[in-house]
């Protein structure tokens, strides 16, 4: 398997502007979360979904951010509109359950580098 | 709500030296994880801890869960450059995948 596959890599934007990221979690996990890094508040976790459907989006600053997961194999971020504060690296991670309920480690994918202006 | 604290925050040791990062959760955790961060990359898994007092060791890696499962330890035995990165403690809120991350500790290896 390829691992989680975030795009774009990197994206700068203006103000106000919409953003969408992309995830594609490892094949076979049924957990998927999305972080945001940043140098002051450190890895915050935003929203996790579990078989497609969230289950805890506490994380998620305001109404700006949504998140969704249409599929197993495919997710998005969107920002809108955008505010220079949204700057950060945003991680998406994949996981799975085992048949016991036990958790196990989360793959991470290379995260996008958002730059809002 | 749950929080994770890890000292210290930062570390500069010369290699060879040993490092100890101390993690320490406000409440009892059903398991914690270890990751590393290099710098400009991704957390990447080192290992999960389940058993009160449990220890567990990768090369020069020792990991350690606290008896009331609410703190954790990592040491490094003989530091080397490849060692530099960030490292983050990560435990799960009750009942819940909902990981909070550590604070986390960077560690800076001189050579």
């Known amino acids: 398997d390829a691992g989680v596959i975030q795009s774009p890599r990197h994206e700068v934007t203006e103000m106000g502007q919409e953003v969408t990221l992309r995830c594609k979690p490892i094949?076979?996990?049924?957990?998927l979360f999305w972080y945001r890094q940043t140098m002051m508040r450190g890895l915050e976790l935003l929203i996790y979904?579990?078989?497609?459907?969230?289950?805890?989006d506490s994380g998620m600053p305001e109404d700006r951010f949504s998140a969704k997961m249409p599929n197993a194999s495919f997710s998005t971020l969107k920002i809108q509109p955008s505010e220079p504060r949204d700057s950060a690296v945003y991680f998406c991670?994949?996981?799975?359950?085992?048949?016991?309920?036990?958790?196990?480690?989360?793959?991470f994918g290379p995260g996008t580098r958002l730059t809002v202006t | 709500g749950q929080q994770v604290m890890q000292i210290p925050q930062y570390q500069h040791v010369q290699e060879g030296e040993d490092f100890t990062t101390y993690c320490n959760s406000s409440t009892t955790l059903s398991n914690i994880q270890w990751y590393k961060q290099r710098p400009g990359g991704h957390p990447v898994f080192l290992i999960q801890?389940?058993?009160?007092?449990e220890v567990k060791k990768q090369k020069r890696l020792t990991f350690q869960f606290g008896e009331a499962k609410k703190n954790s330890s990592l040491h490094i035995t003989a530091t080397q450059t490849t060692d530099v990165g960030t490292y983050f403690c990560?435990?799960?809120?009750?009942?819940?995948?909902?990981?909070?991350f550590g604070t986390g500790t960077r560690l800076k290896v001189l050579a």
């Open positions: 094949s076979g996990h049924d957990y």
């Open positions: 991670a994949s996981s799975f359950e085992g048949p016991g309920g036990e958790s196990y480690e989360q793959y």
């Open positions: 990560v435990g799960p809120t009750s009942g819940t995948y909902k990981y909070i």
């Open positions: 801890l389940v058993k009160s007092g």
């Open positions: 979904f579990n078989n497609n459907v969230p289950i805890d």
